[in-house]
């Protein structure tokens, strides 16, 4: 039995989209497994971060709860799942069938998700992953594949753990402070998102910026 607990939700998705998932991204993508799951694993941390960081703004916590239930996964065989009951092979055909299409519905709209993760600096968190992935404009692309995704993933862990607001403030706030923590390529692109006056370090006004995304959803 995994300890939960000492994994990072970092850890615990990416080691769920190892395989046939990262396959079908790096098809997506054009590129090679090898360097999608790199990829992957820059973008993971950054999507977390910046969600923890948005989660812990006043009315964040409850925007994103909120958000979280138009993403709740239907419940399937558990066999044909991974993701503690999600059923993932179906959630990567529904996004990649219409990943760049910005009319879908919204809540797999991964554009959309994205407006609200990052708010204005959507387009920076883009071009930072294809820089530091080597993917180019391909950063925009595996982010809008990876939102529903993170979702969904998170949806689960709310419903499963019977979370409230509070609760998932608080898982999300840690996995903010892990990935800074840890740093890497991961941890680089999500400080540079939160420093956004460019001093060098994160402070309220960064804060707030970053914070406004979720709280202007509905």
């Known amino acids: 039995m995994n300890t939960t607990n000492n994994a990072s939700l970092v850890e615990e998705l990416m080691s769920q989209l190892q395989g046939a998932p990262m396959q079908q991204i790096a098809q997506q993508l054009g590129t090679n497994q090898q360097a999608a799951g790199d990829a992957v694993g820059m973008a993971l941390p950054m999507l977390l971060g910046a969600m923890g960081n948005n989660a812990q703004q006043p009315g964040g916590a409850a925007a994103l709860w909120g958000a979280l239930q138009d993403h709740a996964p239907a419940q399937q065989p558990a066999q044909a799942m991974g993701l503690g009951g999600l059923d993932l092979g179906g959630l ?27 708010g204005g600096n959507q387009q920076r968190a883009e071009s930072g992953l294809g820089q530091a992935s080597g993917l180019g404009a391909n950063g925009g692309q595996l982010l809008k594949i990876l939102a529903p995704i993170v979702m969904a993933f998170l949806a689960q862990r709310v419903s ?54 979720f709280l202007n959803r509905r």
């Open 92 to 118: 990567l055909g529904s996004v990649l069938g219409g990943a760049g299409a910005g009319a879908g519905r919204a809540p797999t709209s991964g554009a959309d998700i994205l407006g609200h993760i990052f």
């Open 160 to 213: 499963a753990g019977g979370m409230d607001a509070g609760g998932l403030g608080n898982m999300l706030g840690q996995e903010k402070s892990r990935v800074q923590q840890q740093g890497g390529l991961g941890g680089g692109l999500l400080g540079s998102l939160l420093d956004q006056d460019g001093d060098g370090q994160v402070g309220v006004g960064d804060l707030l910026k970053m914070g406004t995304s």
